[in-house]
């Protein structure tokens, strides 16, 4: 899949607004657990489109903000993610996102990584969490147009087209799942003051339940950041998302609705260090 507002467009929201998701050969969603799963285009109900493409149009008319604020746009020569042996930072704002990162290029790393994830999280979904997350993750100047635009997108409509309710909550005896991991980070430009990072990322979307229409699959994509340091942190200024890249799929043993729900409230999440 790919949407965005500066990077491998493919029409933002109120486009067509179309992914691929893989969905199972036939029959019931949660049927035969050796089943292989196949990829076939859906409208409206890839989630992970839906929550990048709401963004990249709240960002759209921004303009290129990919040179580094005094003027130069020099390009750090780029290594395959590795520890660093420094900690992930501890701290954490009132919404629960993390914070305080260095102002260096791996502290834009961790940074860009945490947001990563929770910018395609179920949280999002929620009008009670979504202006906490806003305003952490987000230069000042973005988040009053971002909230509105998300407000506007995120609707009553929508949230019941991916089966959720006018709070963003799953129907009982049903687990929502949105939930992001990365993979590895790239720096490919940074001054001190801004840096634009790339975030290869896989993740577990859609609804647990024997009925569900949007049952959980899993997909590759890669975000790209553009940060500004701000307020003593680093922000998101802008961003955008690509398809992949993504590996041959396994024959995996296909899990229960019952075990990805299980999964998902007892496995926690993860603080990003680069």
Not at 115 to 129: F, G, T, W
Request: charged fraction near 25%; charge should be negative.
């Amino acid at each position: 899949m790919s949407l965005g507002d500066d990077h491998e467009s493919s029409g933002g929201y109120g486009g067509t607004g179309q992914t691929r998701t893989r969905l199972p050969d036939s029959g019931d969603a949660f049927g035969d657990p050796r089943r292989r799963s196949s990829r076939s285009l859906v409208t409206v109900v890839g989630v992970v489109v839906l929550l990048i493409a709401a963004i990249a149009f709240a960002n759209r008319g921004d303009g290129d903000t990919s040179s580094s604020a005094d003027g130069s746009s020099g390009k750090p020569e780029t290594s395959a993610t590795a520890p660093s042996g420094k900690r992930p930072v501890t701290a954490k704002s009132a919404a629960g996102i993390p914070s305080g990162f260095a102002q260096d290029q791996e502290g834009a790393e961790s940074a860009a990584a945490n947001y990563a994830v929770v910018l395609v999280s179920a949280d999002i979904l929620k009008p009670a969490r979504r202006p906490e997350i806003v305003r952490q993750v987000f230069d000042a100047g973005k988040v009053s147009a971002l909230e509105k635009n998300l407000d506007r997108v995120y609707s009553k409509a929508f949230l019941e087209k991916v089966g959720l309710d006018a709070n963003g909550d799953a129907p009982k005896g049903s687990t929502y799942v949105s939930r992001t991991m990365p993979v590895g980070t790239k720096v490919t430009d940074f001054s001190g003051s801004t840096a634009t990072v790339e975030v290869w990322c896989t993740g577990v979307f859609g609804m647990t339940g024997e009925s569900s229409q949007n049952p959980v699959t899993n997909d590759w994509f890669t975000m790209t950041l553009q940060l500004r340091w701000t307020d003593g942190d680093w922000k998101v200024d802008s961003f955008s998302q690509k398809e992949g890249p993504a590996p041959v799929n396994g024959d995996n043993r296909v899990s229960t609705s019952d075990a990805i729900s299980k999964a998902v409230e007892e496995f926690g999440g993860f603080t990003y260090a680069r």
